[in-house]
C-alpha cells in the first residue's frame, strides 16, 4: 500500500471478496539525506488510514539500503556511461517484485501479494492460491520434459493507464503469485469506488509522477548532489561549432531541449561523447539526426517463455515496440542473438530512442518482455550524408570516365 489511491482500492476489492488481506508500506528512500521535499511520511501515514478504516492489519517495510545498491546506484552508474535509465522498472524488478515478494510471502506467510497496477494475467485469482516458488532453475536449459504452467501478462482494460510497461522486467515466479484487483477497471471507476468508500484523503492526493519512490525534484541538481560536475561543450552536428557549455553529459537525455544561452532559435540534444564530453546539437525539435529505426538491447528479459518458441525456431519475429510509458506502439521485427540479447527493426523511425531505457515487446495485448537498450542503429541524418556521399562520389566517377569531346 503506497498511500495512494490505486493500492487503496485494490486493498478494498480483495476485503470485499473475502480475502484476508494485510497491508504493507514500503520505505525505500532515506529522506534525512536529502534536502528535497519527501513526502514518505505522508504516504505512511494515508496508508495506515486505509488499513484502519478497512480493518486490516498494517506493517512497514524499509529496502532503503537494497534500493540504494540495487536500483539507485545502478542508475547512476548508467548515467555517467551516458545512458539514461528507468529507475521505475527497475524499481518494480528489484524491490516490489523481488524483495517484497519474498517477504510477503515467506515473512508474513501470505499466499499471494497484491498491487495497484494496471495489468492483468492469464491467471483466474484462485489459481493464483494454486502457485507455489519454485527454486531457480541451476542449470542452463530448462528440462524440456517439465510441466510447467506459465503466466503472461496482458494490459489493463483501461489502455491509458495500463502499467505493464512498468511490470516488463518482473519475474516468471512472482507473477505468478500476484494479483492485480484493478486489471479490468478504469481509473475513473476506481476513483469513484475510493469517493464511496471514504478515502477522501487519498483522492486529494496528485498522481506521482517523480522518479520512483524519489518524487518530482529539478532532475539537474538532483543528479549533481550524487555525480561530480564534468563540464563540457555543446557542439553543433552540422558544422562543429562549439555553441556553449554544460554541468556534464548526465543531466541531459536524448531529444531534451538544450540549454544554451544566447541562442535565438532551440537547439535539441541529439548525441553525446563521453570520452570528450561534448554533447551535440541540432536545430528544431524534429532534425533527422534525432530518428532512428533501429536499436540492440542487451539480454532480453521475456516475461513467460524464453525466449519465445516463434523467435527460436526462425530467428525472427514481428511484434509492436514501445520505449516510453503510453507512446503509440510501433510494429517491429525482432530478431534473436547468440547471446539472448536482441536487435529491433521498427516499421518507421522513431524520435530520440534512447540508449538505458527499455525496449518493451508486445503482441496483440500481451507484454512479451523488455531489454535495455544498448546500442542505436545510424540516424537518418547519418544515412541522409552517407546517400549524399554515395552519389557525390557516383557523379565524380562519371564524370572521369566520360571521354572529352572530340575538337
Given at each position: 500500500?503506497s498511500?495512494?489511491?490505486d ?42 488510514r ?38 521505475d ?24 501479494m ?80 475510493a469517493?464511496?468508500?471514504?478515502f ?60 544554451i ?8 540534444v ?32 521475456w ?41 529491433i ?24 518482455g ?26 565524380q ?11
Amino acid at each position: 500500500m503506497s498511500g495512494g489511491v490505486d493500492s487503496s482500492v485494490a486493498a478494498l476489492l480483495l476485503k470485499r471478496r473475502g480475502y484476508s488481506v494485510t497491508g504493507v508500506f514500503m520505505k525505500n528512500w532515506d529522506s534525512l539525506d536529502e534536502s528535497g521535499v519527501c513526502n514518505t511520511e505522508t504516504d505512511c501515514e494515508d496508508a495506515y488510514r486505509v488499513c484502519q478504516s478497512l480493518d486490516i492489519p498494517f506493517h512497514q517495510v524499509s529496502y532503503i539500503k537494497e534500493y540504494w545498491h540495487e536500483v539507485f546506484s545502478q542508475l547512476l552508474k548508467d548515467y555517467e556511461k551516458g545512458r539514461t535509465p528507468n529507475p521505475d522498472i527497475l524499481c518494480n524488478k528489484h524491490i516490489k517484485f523481488n524483495h517484497f515478494h519474498k517477504y510477503a510471502i515467506d515473512t508474513l506467510g501470505a499466499d499471494a501479494m497484491a498491487t495497484g497496477h494496471y495489468a492483468r494475467t492469464s491467471q483466474e485469482d484462485d489459481e493464483v492460491f494454486e502457485q507455489k516458488t519454485t527454486a531457480p532453475q541451476t542449470t542452463l536449459f530448462r528440462d524440456r520434459f517439465e510441466i510447467r504452467n506459465p503466466v503472461r501478462m496482458y494490459q489493463a482494460a483501461d489502455l491509458f493507464k495500463d502499467q505493464t510497461f512498468f511490470l516488463s522486467q518482473i519475474s516468471q515466479d512472482a507473477l505468478r503469485q500476484t494479483m492485480f484487483p484493478l486489471a479490468g477497471l478504469t481509473k475513473d471507476f476506481v476513483k469513484k469506488i475510493a469517493a464511496e468508500a471514504g478515502f477522501h484523503h487519498v483522492l486529494k492526493k496528485k498522481e506521482s509522477m517523480g522518479i520512483c519512490f524519489i518524487g518530482e525534484r529539478n532532475f539537474e541538481s538532483f543528479i549533481l548532489e550524487y555525480l561530480e560536475p564534468k563540464p563540457g561543450n555543446f557542439v553543433s552536428l552540422e558544422d562543429g561549432a562549439v555553441m556553449g557549455t554544460h554541468k556534464g553529459w548526465f543531466t541531459m537525455t536524448l531529444g531534451q531541449r538544450a540549454k544554451i544561452g544566447g541562442q535565438r532559435d532551440p537547439f535539441f540534444v541529439v548525441d553525446k561523447d563521453i570520452t570528450t564530453g561534448d554533447v551535440f546539437v541540432a536545430p528544431t525539435t524534429n532534425h533527422p539526426a534525432l530518428f532512428r529505426d533501429m536499436m540492440r538491447t542487451d539480454r532480453f528479459h521475456w516475461v513467460t517463455v524464453e525466449p519465445p518458441a516463434e523467435l527460436v525456431k526462425t530467428q525472427m519475429m514481428e511484434c509492436r515496440f514501445r520505449f516510453i510509458h503510453q507512446m503509440p506502439l510501433i510494429p517491429c521485427t525482432v530478431t534473436l542473438n547468440m547471446n539472448g540479447s536482441v536487435w529491433i527493426s521498427l516499421s518507421r523511425p522513431v524520435r530520440a530512442l534512447t540508449p538505458g531505457q527499455f525496449a518493451v515487446l508486445y503482441k496483440g495485448d500481451e507484454c512479451l518482455g523488455s531489454g535495455k537498450i544498448m546500442q542505436l542503429g545510424p540516424s537518418e541524418f547519418t544515412l541522409q550524408r552517407g546517400r549524399e556521399r554515395l552519389l557525390a562520389a557516383a557523379q565524380q566517377q562519371q564524370e572521369q570516365q566520360t571521354p572529352e569531346p572530340a575538337s
